[in-house]
């Protein structure tokens, strides 16, 4: 959260309001699969939750806890032992995750698995022990069953933790209360012969009716009021429990994905505030399910900060957990370890002039090759190389036509690869300087491209999923080189379709037009739309549209101003997609 008033009297209600709750969080819940965005999961909600709950001081220091991998002879109490052989496969997990095969690094992924439902047992025992609730930043693997997994579930967390504790002597009466907005289809299967328990849905997926389920099956586009009636009389008809899991979905969303709910972000806390005022001071563990749109993490964040504060505030509209916990690890970077100079000078100009030969080269006459490192090792980004399946990094930094490269190598089966690559300048736009990127390619050459997950055009091999990372990283780059902006030139709709809403046109007129191809092409999923740009099907109020290949700013100080002349192009252009001829993209690709 950036210092400011607003964050001051956030974090001070936070601190007058909150009650002790653990919660259970590691680095690596974020899933080491670099499609995973292209089967439409943001596999960095956990940590955009845990950031939040800690900025915001809605959760103490003290109630962070780690989990620990859950143990085969835990996940065996539940699971076939043919089951957990085939999660040694990746065409297992491929299928689980909705990824290909190529892209699966198995011991990392099952490592994530393990560590959540690691969290939901160790969150289950303390929770029983001291009565009080957990929260478990992922986890509610809700459709794994004891012979099945599928559905991003690889095993059944909430199955695995009862099985657990009716081993160690454990008899009262479990409750589990799926608020996700699909039926609880695994934990039906792994609860079938458990002796005492209840489970209760809400979902708007038809999946025929489940033994043993007190499923009330909601029409889609349920909005909050109706939800909430309904929560209400579940809620009426749940039992008393000795132990409580709660499946706080954040599927429920309007416009989610796979979820058919309506709710509001609002209705979400509520829903989650409604049910910690109902369980009190009981032990429950609550668990987040599913969640596919890009707000999925604010209804986590939300429920942490229902069952630690009961608050019912919304989380900023403008905050934003990358660019916030990056800027808070840039300003922790102490300047003599990124660079040799200690302050920053014009030694670029000398050295690009032969006049300083005996030095080392310093990448934009600042950073070191150490110092890159250093800083890739502090914002997560090694770690994520690392889980992908790469070790012994290395950084090169040389000369590239008009600008500086900086490479990033990686071993991994037997040879070295190239994971990074940009080519970057300080340069005048618009009379500002700017870090001018010429060229960044994130690249997976383990990982390969499929049906799942397309080549995109520009692309040799598939991406890192680290796109994200590298805008923020380049953002903070300018800013200690004292520039004011970022600035690169998208040769493809779709390089430039995720930058929409932080750069800019500097030319008021081509804004318009992208604004208004962002208007009329939004819909299609951006692989179609880029496609269509590409390969000419585009027009634009009637005639053939090219794309135009030119500069976008993110203005790092001031926003740019928005002209008359933007909304006044933006409205008059209309933009048309002509279909496919038939078969003909599908002979071009290798
Ligand atoms: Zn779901």
């Given at each position: 959260m950036a210092p400011g008033p607003r964050a001051l009297l956030y974090q001070l209600r936070s601190l007058l309001r909150r009650r002790e709750v653990d919660v259970w969080y590691d680095t690596a819940y974020r899933l080491p699969l670099s499609g995973l965005e292209f089967a439409g999961v943001e596999p960095r909600r956990a940590d955009f939750a845990a950031w939040w709950l800690w900025e915001s001081k809605a959760v103490a220091h003290p109630w962070w806890r780690t989990p620990r991998r859950i143990s085969y002879a835990d996940l065996s109490r539940l699971h076939t032992p043919q089951l957990l052989e085939s999660l040694s496969r990746p065409e297992t997990l491929a299928g689980v995750f909705g990824v290909d095969p190529s892209d699966v690094p198995v011991d990392e992924v099952m490592r994530t698995v393990r560590l959540a439902a690691g969290a939901t047992l160790e969150g289950a025992r303390e929770a029983l022990r001291r009565r009080k609730p957990a929260l478990n930043?992922?986890?509610?693997?809700?459709?794994?069953g004891p012979a099945s997994a599928g559905g991003n579930c690889a095993v059944n967390d909430i199955g695995v933790a009862v099985a657990t504790l009716r081993a160690e002597g454990f008899q009262g009466k479990v409750a589990v209360l799926d608020m996700d907005a699909h039926p609880p289809d695994g934990v039906a299967l792994s609860l079938a012969n458990d002796p005492d328990h209840w489970i209760g849905s809400l979902s708007a997926?038809?999946?025929?009716s489940l033994p043993g389920v007190d499923e009330t099956l909601l029409p889609p586009g349920t909005g909050d009021v109706e939800y909430l009636e309904a929560l209400k009389a579940l809620l009426g008809r749940m039992p008393r429990a000795e132990l409580y899991f709660v499946?706080?979905?954040?599927?429920?969303?309007?416009?989610d994905k796979m979820g058919r709910l309506g709710l509001t972000l609002a209705g979400a806390r509520l829903r989650d505030a409604a049910v910690v005022g109902h369980l009190g001071l009981s032990s429950a563990v609550w668990l987040p399910g599913g969640g596919y749109t890009a707000n999925a993490w604010k209804v986590l964040a939300g429920t942490g900060m229902a069952l630690a504060t009961g608050s019912l505030d919304p989380?900023?509209?403008?905050?934003d957990p990358l660019a916030t916990r990056f800027a808070g690890i840039a300003r922790g970077l102490q300047v003599d370890l990124l660079s040799d100079a200690g302050e920053l000078t014009d030694d670029d100009l000398a050295e690009s002039l032969g006049m300083r030969p005996q030095r080392q080269r310093l990448l934009l006459g600042f950073y070191t090759a150490a110092g890159m490192e250093h800083a890739l090792q502090q914002f997560g980004i090694l770690d994520q190389l690392a889980r992908l399946g790469y070790e012994h990094f290395r950084i090169e930094f040389d000369r590239a036509g008009p600008g500086e490269r900086v490479r990033i190598f990686g071993e991994a089966d037997g040879r070295e690869h190239l994971l990074v690559e940009t080519v970057v300048e300080r340069r005048r736009v618009e009379g500002h300087p700017v870090l001018y990127v010429h060229w960044l390619s994130l690249r997976n050459p383990r990982a390969q491209f499929s049906e799942r997950r397309p080549r995109l055009p520009g692309q040799d091999v598939p991406g890192l999923g680290l796109a994200r990372e590298a805008g923020e990283m380049l953002a903070l780059m300018a800013l200690r080189l004292g520039l004011t902006g970022v600035a690169y030139r998208p040769a493809h709709y779709h390089t430039a379709f995720p930058s929409r809403d932080h750069f800019?046109?500097?030319d008021p007129q081509r804004q318009g037009r992208f604004e208004a191809m962002v208007r009329d092409l939004g819909d299609l999923d951006l692989l179609v739309a880029t496609r269509a740009v590409d390969e000419g099907r585009v027009s634009l109020n009637g005639e053939p549209y090219a794309w135009e290949p030119d500069e976008m700013v993110f203005w790092l100080r001031e926003p740019p101003a928005e002209p008359g002349e933007v909304a006044h192009e933006r409205d008059r252009a209309r933009f048309t997609v002509a279909p496919p001829p038939a078969a003909a993209p599908e002979a071009e690709r290798p």
């Open positions: 930043l992922l986890g509610g693997f809700h459709h794994a997926s038809d999946w025929g499946i706080a979905g954040g599927d429920v969303l309007k416009g989380i900023p509209e403008d905050y800019y046109f500097p």
